[in-house]
């Protein structure tokens, strides 16, 4: 019984060290939402209409008229297995068994990058910066 009292009043009076602050600055910590790079985003694509699902997107985008103001020209496959470079897109209705979600905006200067539709398959994918 005794050696029990003076044993944990030895773990008592030893403290545990002070857990020291994460290193990383908060700048470096990668954020949640949209890519930067519009070359990253093929296959399976879900187009998003609603505002309130915005967070849940992989990217941002506003549809062009003319292809030269475009970073991105797109060419919509009719099969998910051909979809496998940038600007080769599957339009998918479902959102859950889609590679990526793209938000469309109305809004030019709300979008990570512009693309653009095309009817040839040639002439899609990143332009050159």
Known sequence: MLLTSLFSALLWWHQPAPVAAPTAPVAAVPMAG???????IYGSIYLER???????????????EQ?????LVVYQE???LFADKA??????DARDFADYTVFVTDNR??????????KSRSFA?????
Do not use: H, M, Q
Not at 109 to 118: E, G, M, R
């Open 125 to 129: 994918g990143c332009k050159e910066r």
């Open 50 to 64: 609603d505002a309130r699902r915005r967070g849940y997107c992989s990217a941002t985008v506003f549809l062009e």
């Open 78 to 80: 009719t099969s998910k």
């Open 34 to 40: 949209g890519y930067a790079d519009p070359c990253k």
């Open 87 to 92: 600007g080769l897109w599957y339009i998918t």
């Open 109 to 118: 200067s709300l979008a990570d990058f512009n693309i653009f539709y095309t």
């Open 67 to 71: 292809e030269a103001f475009a970073s």
